[in-house]
C-alpha cells in the first residue's frame, strides 16, 4: 500500500524533553543504557549505539515533553515541506548539525523534521555466544555470560496521545507517506487509533514508527521505545534498572501487535521510556489490518497491563 504525501520519512529522530535537573536526568538515562550523554547550549543530549547523532534531549525546564523529531531523506523533502507549510528550512543547532523544518501537529505536538545531520560512529554492542535451543544446539564447551545493564541502540518509535484519531492520522499521513500497520476499532465504525509505519518501498520497516491514540486523558505524550541488542539486553537492563531503585511501569512482556518483548519504566518526572528488542519488519506492499483494544492491551506472555497503561 503506497500512500500519496508531501515526503516519505526514512524513521523517528528524536524525543524532546524538559526537566528542570540534568545531572538527574543524565543519571537515569546512564541506567536506561544510552551509551553516552553530554551537555551542550544548555541541553542534554543522549546517543544510542546507532548512527543517530542523538535520540534524546532534554533542556531544563519544568517537567514536560518538548517535540519528536522525524528523518527525511534529503534536504531537498525540506525544502518540499517547508514550501507547503509556509515555513522556513532552519540549519539544526544540535549533534550532528545538519537542517530541520519546524511543525506543529493538530494537537500543537512540536514536530521537527531533520535532513543533512552527519552520522555518528556506530558504537560496537556485546559479543555474546549463541543460544541453545531444542532445535538447534550452536554454543558448545563455551559458557554464556550476558553483562551488566542494556545498551540502547536506537529510537524505534513514539506514541502520542491525540483529541481526534481521524483529524490527526490525516494530518501525519498527508506530510510523511505513513502507511497504516494496524488500526484499532471499537466498532465498525469508530476507531480509536493506529499503529503507523514507514513508507519505504521493498526496505522493510518496523511495524510502528508512530501511534496515534485517541485519548480519554486528552492530547500528550504517551511513552517513547529504545531498541536494545537483543533480549540478554533487554534482561539485563531491567535488573539494573531495578536495582538502581527506579520505577518500572509495566514488563516483561510480549505485545501482540508488532510482537517485540517490551519492559517500560519511567524517568525521574514520569516520562514512560521504553526498552523493546525483537519487533516485526514489514514492507509498504504488506497489508493494513484491524485489531481490537484486547489485542491492543493483552500480551502473548507477560504482565497483564497496568491502569496506567490503559
Known amino acids: 500500500m503506497v500512500t500519496s504525501s508531501l515526503i516519505k520519512i526514512e524513521d523517528v529522530a528524536f524525543v524532546r524533553f524538559r526537566a528542570p535537573d540534568l545531572s538527574e536526568m543524565d543519571a537515569f538515562l546512564a541506567d536506561f543504557g544510552f551509551p553516552e550523554r553530554h551537555v551542550a547550549g544548555g541541553r542534554l ?4 549505539a546507532g548512527p543517530s547523532p542523538f535520540v534524546h534531549v532534554t533542556e531544563q525546564g519544568e517537567p514536560g ?3 519528536l523529531g522525524l528523518r527525511a531523506a534529503t534536504v531537498d523533502d525540506l525544502h518540499v515541506l517547508a514550501k507547503a507549510e509556509g515555513v522556513e528550512v532552519q540549519p539544526l543547532e544540535a549533534p550532528g548539525g545538519g537542517h530541520v523544518v519546524v511543525l506543529a501537529d493538530p494537537d500543537g505536538h512540536r514536530v521537527e523534521v531533520v535532513a543533512g545531520q552527519t552520522p555518528a560512529a556506530e558504537l560496537p554492542l556485546p559479543t555474546r555466544p549463541p543460544w541453545n535451543g531444542a532445535a538447534g544446539r550452536k554454543r558448545l564447551r563455551a559458557t554464556k555470560r550476558t553483562g551488566e545493564g542494556a545498551h540502547v541502540v536506537r529510537l524505534g518509535h513514539c506514541v502520542l496521545n491525540v483529541s481526534d484519531f481521524r483529524a490527526s492520522e490525516r494530518w501525519w ?3 510523511f507517506g505513513f502507511i497504516t500497520s494496524d488500526e484499532i476499532a471499537l466498532t465498525p465504525e469508530f476507531s480509536i487509533g493506529a499503529f503507523l509505519r514507514c513508507d519505504r518501498g521493498d526496505t522493510p520497516t518496523d511495524h510502528h514508527t508512530l501511534f496515534l491514540v485517541q485519548s480519554p486523558r486528552g492530547p500528550g505524550f504517551n511513552h517513547a521505545a ?3 541488542a537483543d533480549i540478554d539486553d533487554l534482561m539485563a537492563g ?4 531495578k536495582a538502581a531503585g527506579r520505577t518500572q511501569e509495566w514488563g516483561v512482556g510480549r505485545h501482540i501487535l508488532g510482537s517485540q518483548v517490551f519492559d517500560y519504566w519511567r524517568d525521574p518526572w514520569g516520562h514512560t521510556l521504553e526498552h523493546w528488542t525483537d519487533g516485526d519488519l514489514f514492507t509498504a506492499s504488506d497489508p493494513s489490518n484491524t485489531a481490537t483494544l484486547q489485542d491492543l492491551m493483552a500480551v502473548q506472555w507477560g504482565p497483564a497491563a497496568p491502569p496506567t497503561m490503559g
Do not use: N, P, S
Open 226 to 228: 529504545f531498541e536494545v
Open 45 to 48: 543530549y543522549a546517543r544510542g
Open 238 to 241: 531491567h535488573d539494573r534498572l
Open 173 to 175: 499521513k498527508e506530510r
Open 65 to 67: 515533553f518538548a517535540g
